[in-house]
């Protein structure tokens, strides 16, 4: 039975460098593949972009989405946030288990930031239950946060089971550390980084990252590794940096 899961969460800044300086999806998929990861949370993924096509010579035919999963992450689950005249953006989870169900729940706080959930559910060979994945975008201010994790925590209540693995990852915007307070004492959840440091990891901006705005919390594994990705070529590819652990199944 496979009973150890490599995941890593990344905000891609919709496949641009610090400043939208440069398209940069095609080194970004280079090194996600190096990751080697069984399952990637992704944040600011661009579904569509007309202006973006037309401008750049080596946009992808495809979702970027799917540009990124390619051969290595055989299944992939999208959704859909913000929409705009010239496409749309959301954020993604690229699986190399089966995706048996997935659900993307909008929680906008407010009509200036376009905020959601993104809930897969994945077989993983031999697991006797599905492994519940939550990929999240928080927005930036505190009450709309705090509403956000409300509503996070009322969906884990109504749609993960008890006593199914869980994992929810991506960009809270958390400088604050207050996610914590409600995942952990409410839901039984541990942060991986907080298990393996003693406290959330550094995340931003990925060149000499200072503020720890993303997180991994898990339910139902043992951690075993943790690491952030920084300096080359993460720095490059997002202002966020890419952070992944390793755990096994309890």
């Not at 891609?12 to 996600?32: A, C, E, T, Y």
């Not at 401008?55 to 859909?80: I, T």
């Not at 690229?94 to 809930?119: C, K, Q």
């Not at 594994?221 to 990705?229: P, Y």
Request: proline share 4%; charged share 20%.
């Amino acid at each position: 039975m496979l009973n150890t899961l490599h995941i890593a969460t990344y905000n891609i800044h919709k496949g641009f460098s610090h400043f939208n300086r440069r398209m940069v999806l095609h080194q970004l998929r280079d090194s996600l593949r190096a990751l080697n990861a069984d399952i990637i949370f992704l944040q600011e993924v661009v579904g569509l972009h007309k202006g973006h096509a037309a401008r750049f010579e080596n946009w992808p035919c495809n979702p970027q989405y799917e540009f990124l999963a390619d051969s290595v992450w055989s299944d992939f689950a999208y959704g859909k946030n913000a929409v705009y005249t010239e496409g749309h953006h959301g954020n993604a989870i690229l699986s190399r288990y089966p995706i048996m169900r997935w659900i993307n729940l909008d929680v906008s706080a407010h009509r200036f930031e376009s905020r959601g959930l993104l809930h897969c559910e994945i077989d993983v060979p031999g697991w006797p239950e599905r492994l519940h994945c939550i990929c999240v975008h928080l927005g930036l201010f505190k009450r709309g946060q705090s509403q956000q994790l409300q509503v996070l925590g009322q969906h884990i209540e109504q749609l993960v089971p008890r006593g199914a693995p869980l994992v929810i990852a991506g960009d809270f915007n958390d400088w604050r550390e207050i996610a914590s307070r409600v995942l952990v004492e409410r839901f039984s959840l541990i942060e991986a980084f907080e298990s393996t440091e003693g406290r959330a990891a550094r995340s931003y901006p990925s060149a000499l990252p200072l503020f720890r705005l993303d997180r991994i919390y898990v339910r139902g594994f043992q951690v075993e590794k943790t690491q952030v990705h920084r300096g080359h070529p993460w720095s490059k590819t997002s202002d966020h940096a890419v952070l992944s652990a390793t755990m096994t199944l309890r």
